[in-house]
């Protein structure tokens, strides 16, 4: 293996090619091999940047249930994945690990397309018990042996979708394993020897055969004593556990132990392994950032991070002359927030991520983290507007996907007014296909009632924010990218505009380039190379999804040869409701050139934004060969 300068030394580790090589050590050697192994993460991650905190957490966990279990043919889940990166160490990966959510390296989650050892891709949260339901009843229709495990954390167990599966597999009985990953809200923290004890006494075969015991002898008595004195066994180890809830759902308790003591987990892990039936939940209890100082007293800051220097933990941040746009709404939203005491927020589990962090600094009684709840987050917010607050459910692109239904049935059919202040819209850069926001023009646009913007720069989100605030008349949502703005003069508040109305913001005559979002730069950037070309072009902001402005993409149709749609979203989008203006208006039966420039039909593997821009053809380079190529200059497209 190719070493990298002043990479740690890890000699036991070096041994691991494949998880089977874990069966070569004897436990007594795990403790150091769990060192070597949280270096290796440490060292790689200060290279690539990355999410560093929960895999910290999980290093003796990962290590023991691949020491313990035969993956790949025992099926291991990660729930979100953020927390993998030691098991890609630990599963064949390590020689790329330093390509990590790099162009062309590996991903950021679990992928099935990556290795055998991942054989559920995550990350969206909540999935892992589901995925893991689905794979035990599989493997027991085809009358096979395997375990199948799913590990998940505290704060996906947060999602009802969690315990929806969690009440299928008590009510079907399937053999699943549950690792319940609590490393942040102590649902019932471990109390040293004696829980671990408790934990090793529950999960052993003593436990399980008086359980079993139990249940015969009481059966001479009748199935109601025998049900009655089966459950008050499980209800007086549910009180000295903490398990009674998973109990009732039908699961095998067995916890909370330490997740960083091996002594404590691996026998546990045998244990449940080789005896019992049915689910089993195992709570195992982690810190964030475990071994690693500078994230153990900042675990927050050390979830997602930069390159940074191991010896300091100082991440590297890239010099940036404009605010961020999730910073620039935060703002914006507490500047409104002052004049407006109905304004109210709303996160599902990501106020760092969405900026509502800032927001709850200043209105805690009116910041509302849900957990990861999206569902849950929306139909709150209806319930809000529906008494008169101004509620703005910030959501990611990609994760407001999950809650539809309820943005369908419990807001826009009821035109309540809730504000989708919407993050990370179009790509992501180091997140690539599940973060990206590719799909909630063409979700939103379709439903009537819904008011839906897109922010040209960070002056226009300010409007926007402004704008959703003074909106009452249904649901309106504005989208945005992740990073920086583009540095453009910010007004001292945002400007209410009218809703449904685009601008011009440079006057041509043959080709008119019409902008939804962020592209408007590009946009702007290819106008003026098409005009050296003397191909005089007119560049407009369109603003709005919906409602169009029919008036301006009318005119736009009617005084040029070209007309070029742009956005940073999928086909179905701001693109089809325009031409499908178009053709009602019998615009495109004089001649009209019509090129709709979308996302491409694929879901797109992770690289630099500006690189992945490119590809999809919707930089300046690509807006440029699309209009030489509607006027049949081949040559010159192929040159642009």
Same mark, same amino acid.
């Given at each position: ?226 049900? /009655? !004195? +089966?459950? #008050?066994?499980?209800?007086?180890? &549910?009180?000295?556990?903490? %398990?009674?809830? =998973?109990?009732?759902?039908? $699961? ?92 109210? /927020? !709303? +996160?599902? #589990?990501?106020?760092?991520?969405? &900026?509502?962090?800032?927001? %709850?600094?200043? =209105?805690?009684?009116?910041? $509302? ?272």
């Amino acid at each position: 293996m190719a070493r990298v300068t002043n990479s740690p030394v890890t000699p036991l580790l070096d041994r691991v090619k494949v998880p089977a090589d874990l069966k070569q050590f004897d436990e007594s050697q795990l403790p150091q091999l769990a060192a070597e192994l949280r270096a290796e993460l440490i060292d790689a991650v200060s290279q690539t940047g990355g999410h560093l905190g929960a895999g910290l957490g999980v290093v003796e966990l990962t290590l023991a249930l691949h020491y313990v279990f035969d993956t790949p043919d025992d099926r291991l889940i990660f729930d979100v994945g953020h927390q993998a990166y030691p098991h890609k160490i630990l599963t064949g990966r390590r020689d790329r690990i330093r390509t990590l959510r790099q162009e062309g390296g590996l991903s950021g989650f679990t992928k099935r397309d990556e290795s055998e050892y991942d054989p559920f891709g995550a990350a969206h949260s909540s999935t892992s018990i589901s995925a893991g339901l689905g794979m035990a009843v599989a493997r027991d229709l085809k009358k096979e042996k395997r375990h199948v495990i799913a590990v998940i954390g505290d704060g996906a167990m947060s999602a009802g979708m969690a315990f929806e599966a969690m009440n299928n597999a008590g009510a079907l009985n399937a053999r699943l394993i549950v690792i319940l990953n609590d490393n942040d809200m102590s649902i019932a923290p471990p109390t040293g020897a004696l829980s671990a004890y408790l934990a090793r006494l529950a999960s052993g075969r003593t436990y399980q055969g008086i359980r079993e015991i139990g249940k015969k002898l009481t059966t001479y008595l009748g199935k109601n004593v025998d049900r /009655a !004195i +089966t459950r #008050a066994v499980e209800h007086a180890r &549910g009180y000295v556990t903490g %398990g009674t809830l =998973f109990e009732e759902m039908g $699961f095998f308790h067995v916890g909370p132990i330490d997740g960083h003591n091996l002594e404590h987990l691996v026998p546990v892990l045998k244990n449940v392994r080789d005896h019992g039936e049915g689910p089993v939940l195992i709570h195992v209890v982690t810190q964030k950032g475990k071994g690693y100082a500078p994230a153990e007293q900042a675990s927050d800051k050390y979830h997602g991070v930069s390159k940074f220097d191991v010896i300091t933990g100082a991440q590297a941040k890239a010099p940036s002359n404009a605010p961020s746009y999730t910073k620039v709404f935060a703002n914006a939203l507490v500047q409104e927030a002052r004049e407006d005491d109905k304004v109210v /927020a !709303i +996160t599902a #589990a990501m106020p760092d991520g969405t &900026g509502l962090d800032i927001f %709850g600094k200043e =209105f805690p009684n009116r910041t $509302f983290d849900v957990g990861i709840a999206e569902q849950h987050a929306v139909t709150f917010a209806a319930g809000l507007a529906a008494e008169g607050f101004k509620p703005f459910a910030a959501i990611y692109s990609t994760f407001l996907q999950r809650a539809f239904d309820q943005v369908v049935h419990d807001v826009a059919i009821q035109n309540l007014p809730v504000r989708f202040p919407i993050d990370r819209a179009g790509f992501v850069g180091a997140d690539g296909a599940t973060h990206c926001g590719a799909f909630d023009i063409g979700y939103l646009a379709m439903l009537p009632n819904m008011v839906v913007m897109a922010a040209a720069d960070e002056a226009e989100l300010k409007h926007m924010v402004r704008t959703a605030v003074a909106y009452d008349s249904g649901p309106i949502a504005f989208r945005y990218p992740r990073g920086e703005g583009v540095g453009v003069n910010m007004p001292e508040r945002g400007e209410i505009l009218p809703i449904g109305k685009g601008r011009v913001v440079r006057q041509g005559s043959k080709v008119a380039l019409l902008s939804l979002g962020t592209r408007l730069a590009d946009c702007l950037k290819a106008a003026e190379e098409l005009d050296a070309a003397g191909l005089s072009t007119t560049v407009a902001d369109a603003r709005f999804a919906k409602p169009l402005d029919e008036e301006l993409i009318l005119r736009l149709a009617r005084e040029h040869e070209v007309l070029v749609t742009v956005e940073e979203g999928s086909i179905g989008g701001f693109g089809s409701h325009v031409m499908h203006l178009l053709a009602q208006h019998g615009a495109l039966d004089h001649g009209l050139k019509v090129r709709p420039l979308v996302m491409p039909d694929v879901f797109m593997d992770h690289g630099k934004p500006e690189h992945m821009y490119a590809k999809a053809g919707l930089d300046s380079a690509g807006i440029v060969r699309t209009v030489f190529a509607a006027l049949d200059r081949e040559k010159r497209a192929a040159r642009a």
